[in-house]
């Protein structure tokens, strides 16, 4: 069934460079843009009796972390690590400043995405992500953060439609500028507690050992694939499953 969907036009900016940065040549034979008024999205649909939802709206998919090499690698800018990933998998190239961020403009299938790495310090990281989502006109359902969770065991993912800050001053710095709206999706990534009176800073400014490298490289792996399935059928029964795999994935029988 082919369908057409329209919403108010997004930036002449944003219009060109998802056409000429897009590396799917399906998306760029389907994704029709008028700058004249509004922003047209021709797709074909499964037919609406089969219970698929397949929404094109654009997704802002922000990694947290720190710039700069020293922090490169640590437990604190894993999310940074997590949007390189997915740029690597989908062939999306970083090369965009706006906003304190680097960005890249590409595609799950045929929704767009922009991976965003804000360069500010994390205490300021909303100061990237509040204007991008602004200027891109991306809706709060949308805005998917990926960083660091010590609550979590290292290595473990967890995806949730929304929540609180929990103390990490990036997400805190993200809700203050989203108006105070906490309604935004996120991918935690474990890192642990520190061990002992270590203090916090140290511990989620150090690098990863051996042991935990190896346990976090796989769930990058993991990660890039629960992200494309959140962005292609949102919080569904799949999404659930993940979690519950996730929590004991490290449990032995």
Same mark, same amino acid.
């Given at each position: 069934? &082919?369908?057409? @969907?329209?919403?108010?036009?997004?930036?002449?900016?944003?219009? /060109?460079?998802?056409?000429?940065?897009?590396?799917?040549?399906?998306?760029? !034979?389907?994704?029709? =843009?008028?700058?004249?008024? *509004?922003?047209?999205?021709?797709?074909?649909?499964?037919?609406? !009796?089969?219970?698929?939802?397949?929404?094109?709206?654009?997704?802002?998919?922000?990694?947290?972390?720190?710039?700069?090499?020293?922090?490169?690698?640590?437990?604190?800018?894993?999310?940074? +690590?997590?949007?390189?990933?997915?740029? *690597?998998? +989908?062939?999306?190239?970083?090369? !965009?400043?706006?906003?304190?961020? &680097?960005?890249? @403009?590409?595609?799950?299938?045929? %929704?767009?995405?922009?991976?965003?790495?804000?360069?500010?310090?994390?205490?300021?990281?909303? +100061?990237? @992500?509040?204007?991008?989502?602004?200027?891109?006109?991306?809706?709060?359902?949308?805005?998917?953060? @990926?960083?660091?969770?010590?609550?979590?065991?290292?290595?473990?993912?967890?995806?949730?439609?929304?929540?609180?800050?929990?103390?990490?001053?990036?997400?805190?710095?993200?809700?203050?500028?989203?108006?105070?709206?906490?309604?935004?999706?996120?991918?935690? =990534?474990?890192?642990?507690?520190?061990?002992?009176?270590?203090? &916090?800073?140290?511990?989620?400014?150090?690098?990863?050992?051996?042991?935990?490298? +190896?346990?976090?490289? =796989?769930?990058?792996?993991?990660? %890039?694939?629960? %992200?494309?399935?959140? %962005? &292609?059928?949102?919080?569904?029964?799949? =999404?659930? *499953?993940? /979690?519950?795999?996730?929590?004991?994935?490290?449990?032995?029988?």
């Amino acid at each position: 069934m &082919l369908v057409a @969907i329209s919403y108010p036009r997004p930036s002449p900016f944003f219009c /060109n460079v998802l056409q000429s940065r897009n590396t799917n040549p399906e998306l760029s !034979t389907r994704l029709q =843009i008028s700058l004249k008024c *509004r922003c047209r999205i021709v797709g074909s649909l499964p037919d609406p !009796t089969e219970g698929a939802k397949v929404e094109y709206t654009p997704w802002l998919i922000a990694g947290l972390g720190n710039p700069g090499n020293k922090y490169h690698g640590t437990r604190h800018n894993v999310g940074f +690590e997590m949007v390189d990933c997915i740029a *690597r998998a +989908e062939r999306i190239r970083l090369n !965009t400043i706006q906003s304190k961020a &680097l960005f890249g @403009i590409g595609s799950f299938g045929k %929704v767009p995405i922009l991976l965003v790495k804000p360069q500010a310090y994390m205490n300021f990281i909303g +100061e990237s @992500i509040g204007p991008l989502a602004a200027y891109y006109q991306v809706p709060l359902r949308h805005i998917l953060l @990926i960083y660091d969770e010590m609550s979590l065991p290292n290595g473990v993912l967890r995806l949730a439609p929304k929540g609180g800050h929990g103390h990490h001053s990036g997400v805190k710095s993200v809700i203050d500028h989203l108006d105070g709206c906490r309604d935004f999706p996120r991918l935690c =990534i474990g890192v642990g507690n520190p061990p002992g009176k270590m203090d &916090l800073r140290a511990f989620l400014l150090q690098k990863f050992s051996l042991v935990e490298r +190896e346990q976090v490289d =796989i769930a990058l792996e993991q990660g %890039v694939e629960a %992200v494309r399935t959140l %962005v &292609l059928k949102g919080f569904d029964a799949s =999404i659930s *499953r993940f /979690n519950l795999a996730q929590k004991y994935k490290f449990h032995k029988v």
